[in-house]
């Protein structure tokens, strides 16, 4: 309860001593001061009793001291204006929301004035309006006006132990003298001062009021709240046996208290040391995420391999028993060939130059294409040792495997005018020219690129069109005699041979050259 004794006033709502005392300091302010300061920020509070509160005594916020009190007058409506400078650069923005409350400095009765210049609120909230400033040719002009509905002042301890020094029945009759007295015909007072006596009061009163402007919404928070409740009280034994697992938990914690206090002490360490690491982490995420991008594109895949592993393993299981047994019976095998691999060692140690110089060998025939020549040889020696003419494949020459060969020349027999080269000459035949009467066009063109002649020189000098039958030739089907025959095989297209047909800038005796060296 909050004492309603008014500076100024003749009677308050207070005790007999707070009166004298709030006269005697009114009498004294009025004779050394009048209007308080007019430099710095000042703000002009009014309080329904400021008993005690003399010039010069302190101004805090939060216990910090940012001004000082100039002046205490009484106002025309029997209240305590007093004037609060404010020296303190950083607190001279007092708002709508900010509050005074007068408060015992020291036991001897000492009073100072506790502030606070705007009501705490969350981040981001806009800040109410400034206190208004008091126009000109009003009292206090210049001043910035903190009504009474934001200050209080209430009734100190000592008062309440001047009255304990009497018996309880005179101790009741000056409450009652006093509350008479002072309360005559002040009911409107009365009220305003009770509405005002107890910061939870006025607090409550808004409550109340917030409440009833939003008594639709309590409405159907109730009714949510009991539809929110039905299905808690259709397991009630359950949330009941929550609540006892929950006394169990504060138990537990209760008993280990010590490490809990251990690990609120390690707390903060802890969470300095969780900062860069919570940035690591977020570096390496952001340099995984691509990884797991494509993780997701190979999802399915992945699936796809997880869903046969089972069969998977059950075949690999299959085959790791027949490796064990196939193992027990080659292990003993494979340490019998450590004498053999050993005998293998000073092997390759020997092998190692004929190796060196085989390597050397295969490496030759590979950079110079040894190997086709000698593909080339076998197959152009077959085809010069064996011949194909109308009756099928012939030999034109035979190899004899005996350790003594014998040389015979064959002349041709009864009938045969022709033969490869002209014997009747003593040269040899190398040099052996081709005896026009006894040689083919074909043949004498043939010997003449064998001695070195081109293709064009042996046309030269032997012209002419070869006739049907020469070397081999078989004229073409459905051709005449006497028309040329382009190149074919003896036994038909259909026969398989290979031959060679000569393009239109050859010469027939290249083309009829390699006919013959081909079997043709």
Request: charged letters at 15%; aromatic letters at 6%; hydrophobic letters at 40%.
């Amino acid at each position: 309860m909050r004492n309603g004794t008014v500076v100024g006033s003749g009677w308050g709502a207070g005790y007999v001593g707070a009166v004298a005392v709030a006269l005697l300091a009114a009498l004294v302010l009025l004779a050394t001061s009048a209007g308080g300061s007019n430099s710095g920020y000042t703000v002009r509070a009014i309080f329904d009793d400021a008993g005690n509160v003399i010039s010069g005594e302190d101004v805090k916020i939060d216990g910090v001291k940012v001004g000082t009190v100039g002046s205490v007058t009484p106002t025309p409506a029997a209240k305590a204006a007093v004037v609060l400078n404010i020296d303190n650069p950083g607190f001279q923005d007092f708002r709508e929301d900010a509050s005074c409350t007068v408060r015992p400095q020291a036991l001897i009765g000492e009073k100072y004035v506790d502030c606070l210049p705007t009501q705490p609120r969350p981040v981001g909230t806009p800040l109410p309006p400034p206190l208004r400033k008091i126009p000109s040719g009003s009292e206090g002009e210049g001043e910035y006006l903190l009504p009474v509905t934001n200050t209080s002042s209430p009734v100190d301890v000592d008062l309440l132990g001047d009255i304990s020094r009497l018996p309880e029945r005179q101790r009741l009759t000056i409450i009652i003298n006093e509350l008479g007295a002072g309360l005559a015909g002040r009911g409107s007072d009365l009220n305003a001062v009770i509405r005002r006596a107890d910061p939870a009061l006025r607090e409550l009163e808004k409550v109340l009021a917030i409440l009833a402007g939003e008594n639709h919404v309590l409405a159907q928070l109730a009714v949510d709240s009991d539809k929110a409740l039905a299905p808690l009280a259709a397991v009630r034994e359950r949330f009941a046996d929550f609540l006892v697992q929950s006394n169990t938990v504060a138990q537990a914690s209760a008993a280990h208290r010590g490490a809990l206090a251990e690990n609120l002490a390690l707390l903060p360490r802890f969470l300095r040391e969780l900062g860069p690491q919570m940035e690591r982490l977020g570096q390496f995420a952001d340099q995984t995420l691509p990884t797991f991008r494509d993780l997701k594109i190979a999802a399915p895949g992945l699936n796809t391999i997880f869903t046969k592993l089972p069969a998977f393993s059950n075949a690999s299981s299959v085959y790791f028993k027949s490796l064990g047994k196939t193992s027990k019976i080659s292990g003993p095998a494979l340490v019998g060939t450590e004498s053999l691999l050993k005998r293998l060692e000073g092997f390759g140690g020997a092998a190692k130059p004929f190796s060196t110089n085989l390597a050397s060998l295969f490496a030759s025939l590979r950079n110079t294409g040894g190997l086709e020549r000698l593909l080339d040889f076998i197959f152009l020696g077959a085809g010069a040792s064996n011949g194909y003419d109308a009756l099928g494949h012939f030999l034109r020459t035979e190899g004899l495997g005996t350790a003594c060969l014998t040389y015979t020349v064959t002349k041709p027999g009864p009938g045969c005018s022709r033969s490869l080269f002209n014997t009747s000459s003593s040269s040899t035949a190398a040099s052996a020219s081709p005896d026009p009467a006894n040689t083919s066009l074909v043949m004498a063109r043939t010997l003449a690129v064998f001695k070195g002649a081109t293709p064009a020189q042996a046309l030269a000098e032997y012209p002419g069109v070869p006739g049907a039958g020469e070397a081999g030739e078989a004229p073409a089907p459905g051709s005449s005699a006497g028309a040329p025959a382009s190149a074919q095989p003896v036994g038909g297209s259909t026969a398989g041979t290979t031959y060679y047909s000569p393009s239109a800038e050859g010469s027939e005796a290249g083309g009829m050259l390699l006919n013959y060296l081909l079997g043709n």
